[in-house]
């Protein structure tokens, strides 16, 4: 393939990302973050798609990206929702490692990361219409199972089943399917499997 080629097909790439994500109802910021492209650029993409798919509106979301664990304990449907998204980024290999370490394994600022965040969320919300997990929320997700600081997945003692947990917590739970809490544990014995 030719330099031009090769240039042209990234760019193509980049502006179907950032399509994308605008569709996903990403911040500016985010776009920015996944494409590498400018702000100026983002807005005039983000009206030429408005102007092209007025049956289907997005909306724009401005300030500051979510960054509250605490929203995926909200009920345990949203607990829920979350461990599935949070398995599709394994099988999309966005992490990987273990349930005792979870490893990053997407590269902040690659396009071919970012297509596959979108599409694990793309297969999220074929399941849940419409989505009780915005995109920022999913991105949010993935940015802190990879940190593991707040958030964490271990396999449920009770079903076996994958459960998102919450590292802070000093309670330890059982998957939202099996519902009831176990016994409170220390955080200086609690293992992350089972958490
Ligand atoms: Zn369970």
Same mark, same amino acid.
């Given at each position: 393939?030719?330099?031009?080629?090769?240039?042209?097909?990234?760019?193509?790439?980049?502006?179907?990302?950032?399509?994308?994500?605008?569709?996903?109802? %990403?911040?500016?910021?985010?776009? #920015?973050?996944?494409?590498?492209? @400018?702000?100026?650029?983002?807005?005039?993409? $983000?009206? =030429? /798609?408005?102007?092209?798919?007025?049956?289907?509106?997005?909306?724009?979301?401005?300030?500051?990206?979510?960054?509250?664990?605490?929203?995926?304990?909200?009920?345990?449907?949203?607990?829920?929702?979350?461990?599935?998204?949070?398995?599709?980024?394994?099988?999309?290999?966005?992490?990987?490692?273990?349930?005792? %370490?979870?490893?990053?394994?997407? #590269?902040?600022?690659?396009?071919? @990361?970012?297509?596959?965040?979108?599409?694990? $969320?793309? =297969? /999220?919300?074929?399941?849940?219409?419409?989505?009780?997990?915005?995109?920022?929320?999913?991105?949010?997700?993935?940015?802190?199972?990879?940190?593991?600081?707040?958030?964490?997945?271990?396999?449920?003692?009770?079903?076996?089943?994958?459960?998102?947990?919450?590292?802070?917590?000093?309670?330890?739970?059982?998957?939202?399917?099996?519902?009831?809490?176990?016994?409170?544990?220390?955080?200086?014995?609690?293992?992350?499997?089972?958490?």
């Amino acid at each position: 393939m030719r330099v031009s080629d090769d240039r042209y097909t990234r760019d193509r790439q980049r502006f179907d990302l950032a399509e994308r994500l605008i569709r996903h109802e %990403a911040r500016t910021f985010t776009i #920015r973050q996944w494409t590498g492209l @400018s702000d100026d650029r983002i807005r005039k993409l $983000y009206r =030429s /798609y408005v102007m092209d798919n007025d049956s289907r509106p997005v909306q724009r979301h401005r300030g500051k990206s979510p960054r509250q664990a605490a929203f995926f304990f909200k009920n345990a449907e949203l607990t829920f929702q979350a461990a599935q998204l949070a398995s599709l980024y394994l099988v999309y290999g966005l992490i990987g490692g273990s349930a005792l %370490a979870v490893e990053s394994r997407y #590269r902040m600022g690659s396009l071919e @990361s970012g297509a596959l965040l979108c599409d694990a $969320y793309e =297969s /999220y919300v074929e399941w849940h219409s419409p989505a009780s997990i915005s995109f920022e929320h999913a991105w949010f997700l993935l940015l802190a199972l990879s940190k593991r600081e707040e958030l964490s997945v271990a396999r449920c003692d009770l079903c076996g089943g994958m459960r998102l947990c919450d590292l802070l917590s000093r309670r330890r739970l059982n998957c939202s399917n099996c519902g009831a809490p176990g016994p409170t544990m220390p955080l200086a014995v609690r293992k992350p499997a089972p958490c």
